[in-house]
Nanobody
């Protein structure tokens, strides 16, 4: 089974930066998309960044110009670089990967366990 593990969260002051990592393990035959979501207390989960093989990355309006998603295939890792952080960026951040472990089974949506990002002075 595919497993995703996020890391890199923590406490940062407004205006600071963090880089989140999402490392995949297990048998991955192919990947259709990798996404970053976040969920703040009392709020719905929202997509903040997405990368696919067929298009440029997509970002939520609230993070455009501040966040950047990237992939290092050699390390099986996807990153979310977060700059100019604001208190409203405080949330649990999750990586999500649409993948399959063989060509003969359906695509599945895999989720990491989440990592807490807190932006506060």
């Amino acid at each position: 089974q595919v497993q995703l593990v996020e890391s890199g969260g923590g406490l940062v002051q407004p205006g600071g930066s963090l880089r989140l990592s999402c490392t995949a393990s297990g048998s991955i035959f192919s990947t259709a998309a990798v996404n970053w979501y976040r969920q703040a207390p009392g709020k719905e989960r929202e997509m903040v960044a997405q990368i696919t093989s067929g298009s440029m990355p997509n970002y939520a309006d609230s993070v455009k110009g501040r966040f950047a998603i990237s992939r290092d295939n050699a390390k099986d890792t996807v990153y979310l670089q977060m700059n100019s952080l604001k208190p409203e960026d405080t949330a649990v951040y999750y990586c999500n990967q649409i993948a399959r472990s063989s060509a003969t089974i359906p695509w599945f949506s895999y989720w990491g366990q989440g990592t807490q990002v807190t932006v506060s002075s």
